[in-house]
């Protein structure tokens, strides 16, 4: 652990924006979270092992005890399952877990709000949204996750500046968006050369500004940094299928560019297209290489981070567990099945979200289909015909209305 915590310092002394990610953060009651301290103290993602199982079980009865003495509503669902304390891995899937969407409907939190460090929303207008308040530990552990994986997956450049497409939102101080939050966090980990924003702000709210976007790109093409495009896969394709119309040649970046989308195609649904196809357009438009085109996904409730390896599996990190469950049963499934997308993790102090049942569904596959040596899952898109709003969808209506 000493040479890890040398590196990232290290790390942190070439980026100064690495600094708030590679940090000591302490549990906020250390003597009744020390395992969950312990598991999150762990800075390798993709360390697999009977010891870091047995850490997690013990992390997880301790989140668990948290949230039942801090949560009426949380305490309920427990007693009515039974009281379960989970002893192996095999019995997590036991603990209660809350849906998504009740988030959305009640505000559910396990500390004061005089401890919440941090507010952030899983929509921009309108519509069901969540607000959730972070206490310092939830939210500071989170990031410092992200940035693990990132340097575990190679996508920290420390000293070459890049030149920024940011396919999100332009920042504003009034906006707690959580995926403007994250994308614009994206931009931590190589030094800014210069940043174009996809989704200008214009003083009354954001407006989509394919054109900008399609000057800066051929702007940085004729620079010699690397270009990172990050944000919603539906402005990225965008971009890249305006600069195909106007008729622009194929551009190419130097090596050590970078895609990385989040958020999906939720409410351009329509206009979404497959994974290949979509590594394929950009490949083709701005000759980034596909195992340089990484997808994330996440979400403000449940914020670690799941990003595609070069192989693009979305690998099981070891903070977290997944479970699938039966879209009719609930019951949990084996590998191989598509089921909701259950997350388990003890990272999150500051409300009952350390078991939560998504409204996605995805499948659960086994450790072995490629170089990183955790189970990974694919993500099959949102369950039910009714639409769901989230910080995507308020976004995707920007690119409506252009």
Same mark, same amino acid.
């Given at each position: 652990?000493?040479?890890?915590?040398?590196?990232?310092?290290?790390?942190?002394?070439?980026?100064?924006?690495?600094?708030?990610?590679?940090?000591?953060?302490?549990?906020?009651?250390?003597?009744?979270?020390?395992?969950?301290?312990?598991?999150?103290?762990?800075?390798?993602?993709?360390?697999?092992?009977?010891?870091?199982?047995?850490?997690?079980?013990?992390?997880?009865?301790?989140?668990?005890?948290?949230?039942? $003495?801090?949560?009426?509503?949380?305490?309920?669902?427990?007693?009515?399952?039974?009281?379960?304390?989970?002893?192996?891995?095999?019995?997590?899937?036991?603990?209660?877990?809350?849906?998504?969407?009740?988030?959305?409907?009640?505000?559910?939190?396990?500390?004061?709000?005089?401890?919440?460090?941090?507010?952030?929303?899983?929509?921009?207008?309108?519509?069901?949204?969540?607000?959730?308040?972070?206490?310092?530990?939830?939210?500071?552990?989170?990031?410092?996750?992200?940035?693990?994986?990132?340097?575990?997956?190679?996508?920290?450049?420390?000293?070459?500046?890049?030149?920024?497409?940011?396919?999100?939102?332009?920042?504003?101080?009034?906006?707690?968006?959580?995926?403007?939050?994250?994308?614009?966090?994206?931009?931590?980990?190589?030094?800014?050369?210069?940043?174009?924003?996809?989704?200008?702000?214009?003083?009354?709210?954001?407006?989509?500004?394919?054109?900008?976007?399609?000057?800066?790109?051929?702007?940085?093409?004729?620079?010699?940094?690397?270009?990172?495009?990050?944000?919603?896969?539906?402005?990225?394709?965008?971009?890249?299928?305006?600069?195909?119309?106007?008729?622009?040649?194929?551009?190419?970046?130097?090596?050590?560019?970078?895609?990385?989308?989040?958020?999906?195609?939720?409410?351009?649904?329509?206009?979404?297209?497959?994974?290949?196809?979509?590594?394929?357009?950009?490949?083709?438009?701005?000759?980034?290489?596909?195992?340089?085109?990484?997808?994330?996904?996440?979400?403000?409730?449940?914020?670690?981070?799941?990003?595609?390896?070069?192989?693009?599996?979305?690998?099981?990190?070891?903070?977290?567990?997944?479970?699938?469950?039966?879209?009719?049963?609930?019951?949990?499934?084996?590998?191989?099945?598509?089921?909701?997308?259950?997350?388990?993790?003890?990272?999150?102090?500051?409300?009952?979200?350390?078991?939560?049942?998504? $409204?996605?569904?995805?499948?659960?596959?086994?450790?072995?289909?490629?170089?990183?040596?955790?189970?990974?899952?694919?993500?099959?898109?949102?369950?039910?015909?009714?639409?769901?709003?989230?910080?995507?969808?308020? $976004? $995707?209506?920007?690119?409506?209305?252009?």
């Amino acid at each position: 652990m000493t040479t890890a915590i040398s590196a990232d310092a290290d790390l942190a002394r070439r980026l100064p924006t690495l600094a708030k990610y590679f940090r000591p953060i302490t549990v906020p009651a250390p003597l009744e979270l020390p395992h969950v301290q312990e598991l999150c103290d762990r800075d390798d993602p993709f360390r697999p092992g009977e010891d870091t199982d047995s850490l997690f079980v013990a992390a997880m009865r301790e989140i668990n005890a948290w949230h039942v $003495a801090r949560s009426p509503l949380y305490r309920a669902a427990w007693e009515k399952a039974g009281s379960p304390v989970p002893r192996r891995t095999r019995e997590l899937d036991a603990l209660p877990y809350l849906h998504v969407n009740l988030f959305k409907r009640h505000a559910l939190g396990s500390v004061p709000d005089a401890d919440v460090a941090l507010r952030l929303t899983s929509s921009g207008t309108g519509g069901e949204r969540t607000e959730i308040g972070f206490d310092a530990w939830s939210i500071g552990s989170a990031q410092r996750m992200d940035a693990w994986t990132l340097k575990a997956l190679g996508l920290i450049d420390p000293d070459r500046p890049a030149n920024y497409l940011v396919c999100g939102y332009e920042p504003d101080p009034r906006l707690t968006v959580g995926a403007a939050h994250g994308l614009n966090e994206l931009c931590d980990f190589a030094p800014v050369a210069s940043a174009v924003h996809a989704l200008r702000n214009t003083g009354g709210g954001h407006e989509f500004n394919p054109m900008g976007s399609v000057d800066a790109l051929l702007d940085y093409a004729a620079r010699d940094e690397p270009v990172r495009v990050v944000g919603f896969p539906a402005f990225v394709y965008a971009v890249v299928e305006r600069m195909r119309q106007m008729g622009v040649p194929p551009l190419r970046f130097p090596e050590g560019s970078l895609v990385l989308t989040g958020g999906g195609w939720k409410g351009h649904a329509d206009r979404a297209i497959t994974k290949p196809a979509f590594r394929e357009a950009v490949r083709s438009g701005l000759g980034i290489p596909d195992d340089r085109i990484r997808d994330c996904y996440g979400s403000v409730e449940h914020c670690l981070p799941y990003i595609e390896c070069a192989d693009h599996h979305f690998h099981v990190p070891v903070w977290s567990r997944v479970v699938v469950r039966d879209v009719r049963t609930l019951e949990p499934l084996p590998y191989g099945n598509p089921g909701y997308l259950q997350f388990i993790s003890p990272y999150i102090t500051a409300l009952p979200a350390h078991s939560i049942l998504m $409204a996605d569904l995805g499948t659960l596959h086994p450790p072995g289909a490629c170089e990183v040596d955790t189970p990974w899952f694919d993500v099959h898109g949102r369950a039910g015909v009714r639409r769901n709003r989230n910080c995507a969808v308020a $976004a $995707a209506e920007l690119l409506g209305k252009r």
